[in-house]
């Protein structure tokens, strides 16, 4: 299943078009695919690992915090770059396994790298979901307006 989704704002559709083909509105491409390829094309081992924590997340990090009960939900207000240990991303992803539908999320990917989702990945890859919806950013776009 493939679709492309406008991002706009107060903008009617004879606009959107035209801003379409002036290339200063960018297509936002939702793919459905699948997580085994995602992986392959964004050269993930086992599990994404983030910049700035102590070591790479493991299955049996996850597993151990779904069984002591240990879960971090979503947090707006914390900074997505700051350090978090392992443990920490496994109790975000042991959220997500017990409270979110997996099979429902979303990630962003662009130049062949996971830009936003590497919880959401994760977990998918944890529960052996077989497929994700990916937005795929063009690697070059003269994007001057996009809002939502």
């Known amino acids: 299943m493939k679709s492309i989704v406008y991002a706009f704002l107060n903008l009617n559709r004879m606009s959107v078009n035209q801003l379409v083909r002036e290339r200063t509105l960018m297509p936002i491409k939702i ?4 997580i085994e390829d995602v ?15 102590d070591r790479a997340m493991v299955a049996a990090d996850i ?11 979503p947090d707006e207000s914390r900074d997505p770059n700051s350090y978090m240990t392992a ?44 497929v994700i919806n990916c937005v795929v950013i063009p690697t070059i776009s003269k994007v001057s307006v996009i809002a939502a």
């Open 63 to 73: 597993k151990h915090a779904i069984k002591i009960g240990c879960f971090l939900a």
């Open 31 to 34: 793919l459905q695919r699948r």
């Open 87 to 130: 443990q920490n991303h496994a109790a975000r992803v042991a959220w997500l396994i017990k409270f979110a539908n997996l099979e429902k999320v979303t990630i962003t990917i662009a130049e062949n790298k996971v830009v936003d989702g590497n919880h959401r990945l994760s977990a998918c890859i944890y529960s052996k979901i077989k």
């Open 39 to 53: 992986v392959l094309d964004c050269r993930i081992l086992r599990y994404p690992k983030w910049m700035n924590t």
